[in-house]
């Protein structure tokens, strides 16, 4: 039996990646060690196939003026944009989840409205570092 190939190093992979946590990536390349084969690639293809239903949930509550379920919501999108190393996207969706529970609709509608530009931003990083992996 051989040994696999270890994944290259995550600095070399997020370089440039404005918007990606390099510590995330590599503690889901360090997975790859472990044992399961294209971890990081499967949780970014699943994230990045996810997330657009998540926004659109979001939205609908946000419209609807249901600040409860869009705290909810936009509380876990930013829990699962930390976990694949999404930074930025977590940190705006923690910006707008603190408004809402300060009551500041205008803010939270505000940085709401900025959301898709830091989710194109994201998703560029990411189709970038997947092609990047081997």
């Not at 997975?31 to 659109?56: C, H, I, M, S, Y």
């Amino acid at each position: 039996m051989t040994n696999p190939t270890p994944p290259p190093k995550s600095g070399t992979l997020t370089d440039g990646l404005l918007t990606l946590n390099a510590a995330a990536i590599e503690g889901l390349l360090a997975v790859e060690t472990q044992g399961v084969p294209d971890f990081l690639k499967k949780q970014v293809t699943k994230f990045l196939a996810k997330v657009p239903e998540n926004l659109r949930v979001f939205y609908d509550e946000m419209n609807r003026g249901d600040l409860a379920s869009a705290r909810e919501s936009i509380h876990k999108l930013a829990g699962y944009a930390g976990m694949v190393g999404a930074h930025s996207l977590r940190l705006h969706g923690l910006q707008i989840e603190t408004a809402i529970d300060q009551g500041d609709t205008l803010t939270a509608g505000n940085l709401a409205q900025t959301l898709p530009d830091q989710w194109n931003a994201t998703t560029r990083d990411f189709e970038t570092l997947l092609k990047r992996l081997p």
